[in-house]
């Protein structure tokens, strides 16, 4: 069981360094939601939502490409020229496409945004995309050499610097100020950041090793937009159709994004063991993945169960009282999360076989069901329904994932047990969050989180 062993040792680093650093990152949030108020915070979501799709473009299939190649490296001067030659690539990619949205932003900021920010403000944060980007590659450059303690140590001070930035722009200029702190944050890091990573750079750069990346990471940029649709696209759509309730979303997805925050040490440790297992032929692989989804659904879903039932009090805590609409769509926004965080496992047969393409039509299908779902509720149940229709999406997401990276490697599931969990989490975080007294929530938030303790019990014994 050393595999699990080592995934579970690398989880618990990244959970407790990871963990800090984000909060350095969540204690801007009450700053933020108080000083920018319903409207402005609202903008900054709404903004950072566009700039997610941006780094979608320009990620060129995100870890999974960087992963792949680092991981089939057969020495570490090939692993030197890999990494070179993806970071300069990027920084080229990334810098073409932020040179034409800032010569597009005066129409971004007034039609596609509908007028939430002003551009100038959106030329600030356009600035950052390169910088971002290419800081995310240096972190997941120490990941992939399996080092979690210096990728923590590192992801704390640039969290410290980013958070404290941040504080220090809202405060004083409100909204541009905030986008100037995340450039200034950024721009600091980075050359620190190539220093962390020194002994993975070489001065050469490998034009031939960018085409076979290039063939895994391009049919992963229509999967990605799929993706950003059906996990941002409510926020674009609430801006138009709903404005009012664009803050309330982005309250209640604090709360979740949270959630999803407790699931960042999986998504760190599992992909680059993972990987390495079946790039060694492990033959217990199937098995040790079937063991880690099947904790991953009753771990993360015992927190949805937490959050939906007191979602009201949570959004008031972090968000303050001003944003009280948005406690209905804390518990559909947290079970969308639950079933994302399953994808973490369900994923990994596409990134063994290379079959990257297969991820498409699952991806789009999710994509159209979510636009659907959100053009035809959100004028009449506006976050509510966005949340109910980003939770529909994630699920079909999950289903699909699972029945055809089942055909392409196969993983030992505990299905029966898994599918019995998946109505005693839903069931409890939404059942919870429909009383209003606090006792009755308190009561059925007891009652689901022991039935999943006993489903999981009795199912481990069994297997």
């Known amino acids: 069981m050393n595999g699990l062993r080592d995934v579970v040792r690398d989880g618990g680093i990244y959970a407790l360094g990871d963990g800090v650093a984000r909060l350095a990152t969540l204690v801007t949030v009450p700053v933020m939601t108080r000083t920018l108020g319903t409207a402005g915070y609202g903008a900054w979501h709404g903004v950072q939502t566009a700039l ?151 001065w050469c750069c490998d034009l031939a090793l960018v085409q076979p990346m290039l063939r895994f990471a391009l049919p992963l940029l229509p999967y990605a937009l799929a993706a950003w649709i059906f996990a941002f696209s409510d926020r674009i759509i609430l801006s138009h159709l709903a404005p009012d309730a664009l803050g309330d979303y982005a309250a209640a997805a604090i709360i979740s994004t949270m959630l999803a925050l407790a699931g960042a040490p999986l998504a760190l440790a599992l992909p680059p063991r993972a990987l390495a297992w079946h790039a060694a032929g492990e033959p217990r692989a199937a098995q040790w993945l079937g063991h880690i989804g099947g904790a991953v659904l009753p771990g993360y879903g015992a927190l949805a169960i937490i959050c939906g039932c007191f979602g009201r009090e949570l959004v008031t805590v972090v968000a303050g009282p001003g944003y009280g609409a948005a406690g209905s769509a ?89 599918a019995l969990q998946v109505l005693l989490i839903s069931g409890g975080a939404v059942g919870g969050s429909l009383f209003d007294g606090l006792a009755p929530r308190v009561g059925c938030c007891i009652i689901a989180l022991t039935a999943l303790v006993v489903s999981h019990r009795w199912g481990a014994r069994r297997s």
């Not at 404290?164 to 721009?187: M, T």
């Open 52 to 202: 997610n799709l941006v780094l979608v473009v320009v990620a060129l299939g995100g870890d999974a490409t960087f992963a792949r190649a680092f991981a089939a490296a057969p020495d570490l001067l090939q692993r030197r020229r890999v990494t070179s030659t993806w970071l300069l690539a990027l920084a080229a990619w990334s810098v073409l496409v932020s040179g034409a949205l800032l010569l597009a932003s005066d129409w971004l900021a007034t039609v596609a945004l509908a007028g939430i920010i002003d551009a100038a403000s959106l030329r600030l944060a356009l600035l950052g995309v390169p910088l971002v980007l290419l800081n995310t590659v240096c972190a997941q450059v120490l990941r992939n050499q399996m080092q979690p303690r210096a990728y923590v140590a590192w992801q704390i001070g640039a969290a410290a610097l980013l958070a404290g930035c941040s504080l220090v722009g809202v405060i004083g200029l409100g909204l541009p100020g905030l986008f100037g702190g995340v450039v200034i944050a950024n721009a600091v890091v980075l050359p620190l950041r190539l220093w962390s990573i020194r002994a993975m750079l070489a």
């Open 330 to 418: 804390v518990a559909p926004l947290c079970l969308a999360v639950v079933a994302h965080l399953t994808t973490q496992v369900t994923a990994l047969p596409f990134s063994f076989t290379g079959r990257s393409g297969a991820l498409v039509p699952i991806a789009w299908l999710a994509a159209v069901l979510n636009l659907a779902l959100n053009l035809i509720g959100i004028p009449s149940g506006g976050s509510t329904a966005a949340a109910w229709a980003t939770t529909a999406a994630y699920g079909v997401l999950a289903i699909g994932y699972g029945v055809v990276g089942q055909r392409l490697w196969r993983i030992e599931w505990p299905l029966g047990r898994m």
